[in-house]
């Protein structure tokens, strides 16, 4: 069996193919179907994004596909960046995004800086959009003044897990995938997916 992921973030496919690589399920993903169109994320939330993510690319393919929209939610900035958390800093950039999020939060003391790292993940049948399995993670941290570690991708270096002591970016791959909201959604689905790719 081969579950598609809608994604052309390698960041995210290299975590999915660990906790799948587990299940003894190969994964592929976007950047195994450089030819497909690219999906414009016109939605006004996150669970809209990953579903035209997921319809449209399981559509063309005729595969199971796994959609995953995520980002940041900073509470200081009134929940930005939220859904345009991929191009913050107007460029879907890490290092640009990265540094927009420190001056927007310089002068705000540690104990302000609290954020949440969201996914909404859709799971979506080719030719069956109404059934759809939609399911949601987060996790809570803390956004640094300095960036601590190379791991893991986009706003990973600034966001502290005060539990581990460590920023997303010290963790390994597996570490990571215990703790974040895209392993606390994968989570939530349990053993829904299973049956669902069977039929
Ligand atoms: P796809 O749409 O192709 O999956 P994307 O990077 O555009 O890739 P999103 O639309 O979901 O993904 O944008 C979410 C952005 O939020 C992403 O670019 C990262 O900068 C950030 N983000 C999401 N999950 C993250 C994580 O686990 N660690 C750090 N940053 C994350
Ligand atoms: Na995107």
Known sequence: QTIVIATKNPGKAREFESVFAAEGI???TLLDYPELPNIDETGSTFEE?????ADQIAAILHLPVLADDSGLMVDELGGRPGIYSARFSGDHNDAGNNAKLLYELTGVPAEKRT???HTTLVF???DRPDEDLVVEGNVKGQIL???RGD???GYDPLFYVPELDATMAQLTVEQKNKISHRAKAIENLEDKWKE???D
């Not at 994004?49 to 993510?53: D, I, V």
């Open 115 to 117: 954020a949440t790292f």
């Open 151 to 153: 791991n893991g991708f």
């Open 145 to 147: 003044g300095i960036p």
């Open 26 to 28: 190969q994964i592929k």
């Open 124 to 126: 979506a049948k080719p």
């Open 49 to 53: 994004n990953a579903r035209l993510k």
């Open 196 to 198: 669902w790719i069977k």
